[in-house]
């Protein structure tokens, strides 16, 4: 039987040189047997003040704890290691990349509960973890969630996280069953997971709220400028700007 490990990195930064500091995850075997993890990581890395701001981790904290691949959770995603498990993260390019990091080659099947947010709820306006624990009202039934898997929730913390992404998943299920009915859920949001997103509207910049396809006719230059310089577009954002400008 397939075992669904979800997972959050909480780390020093977000660029190449930074190093993860929490990890949080979740190994669903059953409905009734769900493994939680919630550990702090050491690092040579320096947490950057603007990665504190988010997540509230000092370096006091880390004081005394096992570096990343000494955690259990480490080893237990080591355990679990192969095709016919899944591996579950929101925007699980960063998450991955990060415990790639520490020596991980990957042979799960990913998930990536982002771009399946991306595929299944178009309607809304955001795709952020903490944008849908409320546009979906997955806050209603969390405080339950956590008593009975013993946790604490808290923004930005990261077996909070996985916990609001664990509600997610069961929405993502229903939203699948709806849609293709004929196929197994998960092996469908496995293939979304590789299906990039043709996003509609723009979210930021100076089109916020327009069409991309209308900004297409209207100032192509603008387009192709974006897509030539700027270097953290997302690969939806690349997928769609390739689209309209081709």
Wanted: net charge negative.
């Amino acid at each position: 039987m397939a075992k669904y490990v979800l997972f959050d990195t909480e780390t020093t930064g977000a660029q190449e040189e930074d190093k993860i500091i929490q990890i949080g995850g979740m190994v669903v075997n059953s409905k009734t047997d769900i493994e939680c993890f919630d550990e702090m990581c050491s690092t040579q890395t320096p947490i950057k003040i603007e990665a504190m701001e988010v997540h509230n981790i000092t370096p006091d904290l880390l004081d005394g704890k096992p570096i990343c691949t000494q955690t259990n959770f480490y080893n237990k995603i080591l355990e679990l290691n192969n095709a016919s498990n899944y591996l579950i993260a929101h925007n699980i390019k960063f998450d991955l990349g990060m415990i790639k990091k520490e020596g991980f080659e990957n042979k799960y099947t990913l998930i990536d509960t982002l771009r399946c947010a991306k595929h299944l709820f178009p309607e809304l306006p955001y795709h952020r973890l903490q944008y849908i624990r409320y546009a979906l009202k997955l806050y209603e039934n969390e405080e339950d969630e956590a008593k009975k898997l013993d946790i604490i929730i808290k923004a930005h913390d990261a077996i909070g996280d996985v916990l609001i992404m664990k509600l997610f998943l069961s929405e993502l299920v229903k939203k699948c069953n709806e849609i293709y009915p004929d196929y197994n859920p998960m092996e469908k949001l496995a293939d979304l997971t590789k299906t990039p997103v043709m996003i509609k509207t723009f979210k930021f910049g100076k089109y916020k709220g327009r069409d991309i396809i209308e900004v297409a006719r209207e100032d192509s230059g603008y387009l192709n400028w974006m897509r030539q310089n700027m270097k953290d577009l997302d690969e939806d954002m690349k997928y769609t700007l390739d689209k309209v400008l081709g």
